[in-house]
């Protein structure tokens, strides 16, 4: 099969440096070498690591309270045309990131392709595995960092006329909340929770995972989705229990363990109906405590990635 790489470098999102460091530490451990040579991929894509620095403007200031909001738009808008590119072509794509700011340019590059493949009713799903719901608008959010509100505006419950802040989001690019689940939530502001019920979105907590295992959660999770449905995965690793992932930058204690991270990707690739991955919020730089921290959780990834592209435990 024919898989799309993108490498991001991007960690405009939030504010802590070294996210950008991960889809090297990522493939420096291995993981392409393993998609080719033991999962029999085709790898498409340059070989390189996007850093996207001709995007990033030399002054950005804050607008509706949300921080480096043009070279996140500028670069997400990038990020969108690569994927859409890939998917177009028939490629399974997978993105490295950076903060999960990008997921903006990777849900809405295959919505926009997968809408032209199937017509305009053909909508793809999105599960998004978090500790967090990343769905603030500018205004809810507390913090003003955009890998915090990606959800809102995929979905236009956040969105603005100006191209600059990315007012190019438009129809084709865009996901509707009916086709959103989400797993492994456990750190959700208030007004998140807010638009979440107003909206009636699907979402598994940790709460529902502890009450009915992750096996009934994924049966509940993908008959909520439908099969023939094309659905893309966005991974934050922070989703994971920092014992196994500490390394990311808002990491939340009672997460999933790994088997059961591990668990939802094989779940995913089982489907068959898998049309991109993204796996986000590794950072290197930060390993809290133990020096392992970086490296475990870049294995960590590594095996999410892998389960989710169809390795098979037999
Ligand atoms: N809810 C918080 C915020 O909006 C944290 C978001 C964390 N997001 C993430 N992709 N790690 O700032
Ligand atoms: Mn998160
Ligand atoms: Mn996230
Ligand atoms: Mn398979």
């Given at each position: 099969a024919d898989l799309g790489v993108v490498a991001v470098g991007f960690s405009g999102g939030q504010c802590k440096p070294g996210v950008d460091a991960a889809p090297s530490a990522l493939i420096e451990s291995g993981l392409l070498t393993q998609l080719r040579d033991e999962l029999g991929y085709n790898l498409h894509?340059?070989?390189?690591?996007?850093?996207?620095?001709?995007?990033v403007p030399a002054s950005?200031?804050?607008?509706?309270?949300?921080?480096?909001?043009?070279?996140?738009?500028?670069?997400?808008?990038?990020?969108?045309?690569?994927?859409?590119?890939?998917?177009?072509?028939?490629?399974l794509t997978l993105t490295l990131g950076g903060d999960h700011s990008i997921a903006i340019g990777t849900i809405a590059g295959t919505a926009k392709a997968t809408r032209e493949r199937l017509g305009p009713r053909g909508e793809m799903a999105v599960i998004w595995v978090d500790a967090h719901a990343d769905?603030?608008?500018?205004?809810?959010s507390g913090s003003g960092n955009v890998h915090g509100m990606p959800v809102a505006f995929l979905t236009g419950i956040a969105s603005d006329k100006n191209e600059e802040f990315f007012g190019w989001l438009t129809?084709?690019?865009?996901?509707?909340?009916?086709?959103?689940?989400?797993?492994?939530?456990?750190?959700?502001?208030?007004?998140?929770?807010?638009?979440?019920?107003?909206?009636?979105?699907?979402?598994?907590?940790?709460?529902d995972i502890d009450k009915h295992g992750i096996g009934r959660v994924m049966?509940?999770?993908?008959?909520?989705?439908?099969?023939?449905?094309?659905?893309?995965?966005?991974?934050?690793?922070?989703?994971?229990?920092?014992?196994?992932?500490?390394?990311?930058g808002t990491p939340v204690r009672g997460g999933l363990t790994l088997r059961e991270g591990d668990f939802i990707c094989e779940c995913v690739h089982e489907t068959g109906s898998l049309v991109a991955v993204d796996l986000v919020e590794v950072n290197p730089s930060l390993a809290p405590e133990q020096?392992?921290?970086?490296?475990?959780?870049?294995?960590?990834?590594?095996?999410?990635?892998?389960?989710?592209?169809?390795?098979?435990?037999l």
């Amino acid at each position: 099969a024919d898989l799309g790489v993108v490498a991001v470098g991007f960690s405009g999102g939030q504010c802590k440096p070294g996210v950008d460091a991960a889809p090297s530490a990522l493939i420096e451990s291995g993981l392409l070498t393993q998609l080719r040579d033991e999962l029999g991929y085709n790898l498409h894509g340059d070989d390189q690591v996007h850093l996207y620095t001709d995007l990033v403007p030399a002054s950005d200031p804050d607008y509706r309270g949300m921080k480096n909001p043009r070279a996140v738009s500028a670069v997400t808008r990038r990020i969108a045309d690569q994927v859409y590119e890939h998917s177009r072509a028939g490629r399974l794509t997978l993105t490295l990131g950076g903060d999960h700011s990008i997921a903006i340019g990777t849900i809405a590059g295959t919505a926009k392709a997968t809408r032209e493949r199937l017509g305009p009713r053909g909508e793809m799903a999105v599960i998004w595995v978090d500790a967090h719901a990343d769905i603030n608008t500018p205004e809810t959010s507390g913090s003003g960092n955009v890998h915090g509100m990606p959800v809102a505006f995929l979905t236009g419950i956040a969105s603005d006329k100006n191209e600059e802040f990315f007012g190019w989001l438009t129809p084709e690019h865009r996901l509707s909340t009916t086709k959103l689940v989400y797993i492994g939530l456990r750190d959700v502001d208030a007004g998140e929770k807010r638009i979440l019920r107003e909206h009636g979105i699907k979402a598994f907590s940790m709460f529902d995972i502890d009450k009915h295992g992750i096996g009934r959660v994924m049966e509940m999770a993908l008959a909520h989705i439908g099969t023939d449905t094309p659905i893309h995965l966005s991974f934050d690793v922070d989703a994971l229990d920092p014992m196994w992932a500490p390394s990311t930058g808002t990491p939340v204690r009672g997460g999933l363990t790994l088997r059961e991270g591990d668990f939802i990707c094989e779940c995913v690739h089982e489907t068959g109906s898998l049309v991109a991955v993204d796996l986000v919020e590794v950072n290197p730089s930060l390993a809290p405590e133990q020096d392992m921290g970086a490296h475990e959780t870049v294995r960590a990834g590594c095996s999410l990635v892998r389960c989710a592209l169809g390795e098979s435990l037999l």
